[in-house]
């Protein structure tokens, strides 16, 4: 039930864009999105919840397909601060996940000046 | 400043040795989270905790066991019986359980462990 996250990496150029995809077999109650760098702790940058409603970041956004059970993270304009490794974190209704957080296994993005 | 504290934040081991990993927040979180991280493998759930007294298995718990005394601390037990424990060790909290637009989850700064 881990989704799957694609592409696993990917390298832009400042200024360009990327989309990283998150799919799930199950049926989703919300979906979170983090970044890490390297040996840190992973950042949170999103939240999509079943409905539309959402939390984010001003320069990246989100899209939540319930019915498609999948989420994709928008990076529109890269800076060289974007580079990490990006998770989804999948939420499924509460009949015995209990709110937890199922992670994807990252998609490294790397920009390069 | 509220947040989450591990410590320490590297550990070395011996094999055969049991360790205790600290978790502290500050936030008043309800729940509390232990996630394992290996290379490429993303983050994988070894025990969560929903209020205080009470915990259940994640997805990796064998050869790990948790507390929650206190609402403000989880601490995690690598036990002899993990035969493969190295790895980086994040512990995290959430506001409650239902799941709201401004409900995320915060992760501490981690502990990075290693077996001798």
């Known amino acids: 039930q881990q989704p799957v996250q694609s592409p696993q990496a990917v390298i832009l150029r400042e200024g360009e864009d990327a989309v990283i995809n998150c799919s799930s077999s199950?049926?989703?109650?919300?979906v979170h999105w983090y970044r890490q760098k390297h040996g840190e702790a992973p950042v949170f940058l999103m939240i999509l919840l079943k409905g539309g409603e959402q939390k984010g970041h001003e320069k990246i956004s989100a899209s939540f397909n319930e019915k498609k059970q999948q989420s994709s993270l928008y990076l529109t304009a890269s800076q060289l601060s974007y580079s990490g490794t990006y998770f989804c974190?999948?939420?499924?209704?509460?009949?015995?996940?209990?709110?937890?957080?199922?992670f994807g296994k990252g998609t490294k993005l790397s920009v390069k000046p | 400043d509220g947040g989450i504290t591990q410590s320490p934040k590297y550990l070395f081991r011996k094999e055969g040795q049991n360790v205790t990993l600290s978790c502290e927040q500050n936030l008043n979180h309800d729940a509390m989270y232990w996630y394992r991280q290996d290379p490429g493998q993303g983050l994988r759930l070894i025990y969560y905790?929903?209020?205080?007294?009470?915990?259940q298995k994640g997805d990796i718990a064998e050869g790990y066991s948790v507390s929650r005394e206190k609402k403000e601390s989880f601490p995690l037990t690598v036990t002899s019986a993990q035969k493969n424990p190295t790895a980086f060790y994040l512990c995290a909290s959430r506001n409650g359980l239902a799941a709201s637009s401004y409900n995320e989850q915060f992760f501490g700064p981690g502990t990075r462990l290693t077996v001798l």
């Open positions: 199950k049926a989703l109650y919300s």
């Open positions: 905790s929903q209020i205080v007294n009470d915990f």
């Open positions: 974190g999948t939420e499924r209704n509460y009949g015995g996940s209990q709110g937890n957080l199922i």
